[in-house]
Structure formats: structure tokens, C-alpha cells
């Protein structure tokens, strides 16, 4: 059980507010993150890699509220953007963006452009084509844009294949063997000046040995460079990181920064690592309201008042999260499919769980929703996206506001023109 989200008198609760309370004010559902769990997260990772320079650069992508970002940020937390919408949250959460990279294996001209007048610290390059244009977008503005590839080490991370991104059949980077004629290209080119290598094997890694491998790889990869006389200052060794959603045991922060500095941290580069998850993931609960027990046939439903456009990780990735009651439990146990209200037999958080006794009203909390969760929301079926709240120690405040109606039609018009 997290410290984060601790049961104390038989209810959950978030650092030292009940969660009951949260949802009275707040209603349901709702995402419920903690201050202090984020930060120790990040103070953590940023304590493994100690022995070198570095820095950690946040994949913003699995929670982008503004709020969480700027706990990160506010802490000297770099930000790996994937987007243009991305790179203005993490402005707009106060982040420096010296201290951001962009992965992303469709960058467009505009993105290029945003990135270039930010001034970012390194574009990581996915194709010798997106090269090129980086190359002519800097030269229009007359300025050098700071590169790496993102290499492709052929790798299999032993992960869902959904998030598995470094096996030379994924779209991602370049692959390993075409590295040394694409820095080739890129130095021969003006606008653009190599700074370091990248690589991003994959998501929910939760062994040490693909990161490893990839990074041994990796380091024979920067010894050639630098013998062909190109400057690899950062290396950036990408995010992946896995988390506990159930019987899971990755490697401890302290474990896998040792891993890393042990395999690349004699090559004198400042080390770049982009965790999401890691950082986010036990950080999050999400909370729904029963509305419903039914049954069909032999299969028990709770049906409750989140669902797959809150938290789509069940659905896409057949992810298990944990859930529990956040009341004392009932007594008794079943085996229930625990279902949201969308038009969808794929809405679905669990499938045959055993879980305590559910009434309609009782509140359930799933666990491990702090990444990929709202960040992967939407509003399918016409469903409001879900409040979010940030706890520290007996204080929270909401930091999203539920959708209200206005918004699920907002920059919507009727052309009455042309339907008469
Ligand atoms: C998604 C992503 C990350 C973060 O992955 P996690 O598994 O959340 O740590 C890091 N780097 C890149 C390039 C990514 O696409």
C-alpha cells in the first residue's frame, strides 16, 4: 500500500485528508493526485543519477496538468514535450525551456517553429527527413537548432507491444545501423548542430536487462561518433520505467540510475532520462461512485460512474489496476466486471475482479491512475472529462474543473446556411 493514498480507520485517504471528504466537495469522478509523492518521486530519480551530470526531463505527456507539472518543474524538473500543445502546457506550468527536449515522430513546420523560438535544449530527430527541415526551419529564422537522433538499438523491452518502441520494425527513431550516415548528414548541414544521442525503448519496463542491452549499444554507438569527430555531450537514455500495478517489481529508482551510470556514465555526457509514469503513475488515484449492481446471466456488473474515456488503460492495453472501496469494505467478497456507462462492451476498468461487496453510492478508488489516465481522456459518448485534485498533507484544491456541458460543444456552430 502506497504512503501516498494510506487507509487509516479503515478508509482511504490522500496524504491525511479522507478521500470521502474530496469527493463530497468535489464529486465523482475524479482524479486525485498527490503533491508530496510527486516530489518525492522526482527527488528520488534525480538522487540516482547523483554521480553524474544530468538532469531528469519529465515526459509530459502522462500527466500535463498544469498543476503536476509545475510541482515537477518548481523542483528544477526538465520537460520531454511530444507536441506543440505539449511544449505550451510546460510553458505555461513555468517550465524553463532550456531544460526541454522534443521527442516526437511528427513534428510538423509550426511545432519546429514554436520549438526553435522557445529555444529548447534538443530536438530529438526521428527521421533524416524531419533532419532536413529542422535544418531549413532554423536557417529561415537564422538561428542553430541543438540535435540528436533518436537510435533505435533494436531492443525488445519485454513490454506490451503497444508501448514497445525501440525494435527496429517501430516507427520511432533511426535505426541503429543508419546512425552513423544520418549524423553524417546532419553534421555537413548548417542550421543544425549534433549535441548528443538519444534512445526510448519502450514504456512499463520493469527489468533492467533491455535498458542495459539498449545502452551498451548505445555507448558503442557514441564512441563511434566521437571517432568521426562529432561532439555527443548529452545522452539522453530515455523514459520507460515501470511502476507497480500489481504484483509487479521493477528495479528502484536507485537501481536502475545505478544501471545506467554503471553501463554509459564513464562517457563524460551530461545524462538526460524522461520518466512519465514513474514519476506520475503511483502519484494518481481515480475515483467513481457505484450507480449500478446487476448481473447477466452469471456475470456480476458494478456499474459505476467512470469509465474507459477517464481511464483507457484497461481497454487498450488489457492493463490491470488495482481497485478497492474507499469506505471500510463490505464483508463478503464477488467476482465482478466492474463497467462504466459508455455504448461500449470494451468499457471496462476490471474484468472478473473479486472485490468486496458493492452497493449503489459506494465509492471505488483505482490505484496507479496517475499517468495515462485523464491525459488519455476524452469525450466520447458525451461524457464530461473528470475533475482533478491535488492533495498535500490535509489540503487540496481542484486543479481541473469538471467539463460542464459548454465545453463538450465549445468552437461548434451550425452553418444554417447550408443544412436548409
Ligand atoms: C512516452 C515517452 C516517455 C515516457 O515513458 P514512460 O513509460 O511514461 O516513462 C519518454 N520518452 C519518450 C520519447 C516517450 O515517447
Known amino acids: 500500500m502506497s504512503e501516498a ?39 528520488a530519480l534525480d538522487a540516482a543519477f547523483s554521480a553524474v551530470p544530468h538532469s531528469i526531463c519529465y515526459a509530459i505527456k502522462a500527466n500535463m496538468n498544469l498543476a503536476v507539472v509545475r510541482t515537477l518543474v518548481a523542483r528544477g524538473c526538465g520537460v520531454d514535450v511530444t507536441s506543440g500543445g505539449e511544449l505550451f502546457r510546460a510553458q505555461q506550468a513555468g517550465g524553463d525551456p532550456s531544460q526541454f527536449v522534443y521527442s516526437g515522430v511528427g513534428k510538423t513546420d509550426a511545432e519546429i ?63 541503429i545501423a543508419e546512425a552513423v550516415d544520418a549524423y553524417a548528414e546532419a553534421k555537413a548541414l548548417e542550421h543544425v548542430r549534433v549535441v548528443g544521442v538519444a534512445c526510448h525503448i519502450g514504456s512499463q519496463i520493469v527489468v533492467l536487462d533491455p535498458i542495459v542491452d539498449a545502452l551498451q ?32 517489481r521493477p528495479p528502484s529508482a536507485a537501481e536502475y540510475g545505478g544501471a545506467i551510470v554503471a553501463t554509459v556514465g564513464d562517457l563524460g555526457c551530461h545524462l538526460i532520462a524522461e520518466p512519465g509514469r514513474w514519476i506520475a503513475g ?14 447477466n446471466g452469471d456475470t456480476h456488473f458494478a456499474v459505476i460512474d467512470g469509465a474507459m474515456t477517464d481511464l483507457i488503460r484497461p481497454t487498450l492495453y488489457q492493463a490491470y489496476q488495482r481497485i478497492e472501496p474507499v469506505g471500510p469494505p463490505r464483508a463478503g467478497t464477488r467476482v465482478v466486471d466492474v463497467v ?72 461548434e456552430s451550425i452553418p444554417e446556411d447550408l443544412i436548409r
Open 217 to 248: 549499444r548505445i555507448r558503442d554507438l557514441v564512441i563511434e561518433l566521437r571517432e568521426a569527430g562529432h561532439t555527443i555531450e548529452l545522452l539522453d537514455v530515455g523514459g520507460g520505467l515501470g511502476i507497480t500495478y500489481d504484483r509487479e
Open 340 to 411: 462504466g456507462p459508455v455504448c461500449e462492451s470494451a468499457d471496462f476498468l476490471a474484468q472478473q475482479r473479486e472485490l468486496p461487496i458493492l452497493e449503489r453510492d459506494d465509492l471505488l478508488a483505482v490505484h496507479s491512475a496517475g499517468a495515462y489516465g485523464f491525459a488519455m481522456s476524452s469525450n466520447y459518448n458525451g461524457r464530461c472529462r473528470a475533475a482533478e485534485v491535488l492533495v498535500k498533507g490535509d489540503r487540496y484544491e481542484v486543479v481541473r474543473t469538471r467539463d460542464r456541458f459548454e465545453d463538450l460543444i465549445r468552437g
Open 113 to 175: 517553429d514554436q520549438a526553435l523560438a522557445a529555444g529548447i535544449r534538443m530536438f530529438n530527430v526521428e527521421s533524416r527527413a524531419e533532419l532536413r527541415v529542422i535544418d531549413a526551419r532554423a536557417a529561415q529564422r537564422g538561428v542553430v537548432a541543438p540535435v540528436s537522433f533518436r537510435v533505435n538499438p533494436d531492443v525488445d523491452p519485454q513490454t506490451h507491444p503497444y508501448i514497445s518502441t525501440g525494435l527496429s520494425s517501430s516507427k520511432f527513431g533511426i535505426p
Open 282 to 295: 503511483n502519484a494518481g488515484i481515480f475515483v467513481a461512485r457505484v450507480l449500478y449492481s446487476k448481473h
Open 5 to 43: 493514498f494510506p487507509r487509516r480507520n479503515g478508509r482511504l485517504h490522500a496524504e491525511a485528508l479522507p478521500v470521502e471528504r474530496i469527493v463530497e466537495a468535489v464529486g465523482t469522478p475524479v482524479f486525485i493526485y498527490s503533491a508530496s509523492e510527486l516530489a518525492a518521486r522526482y527527488d
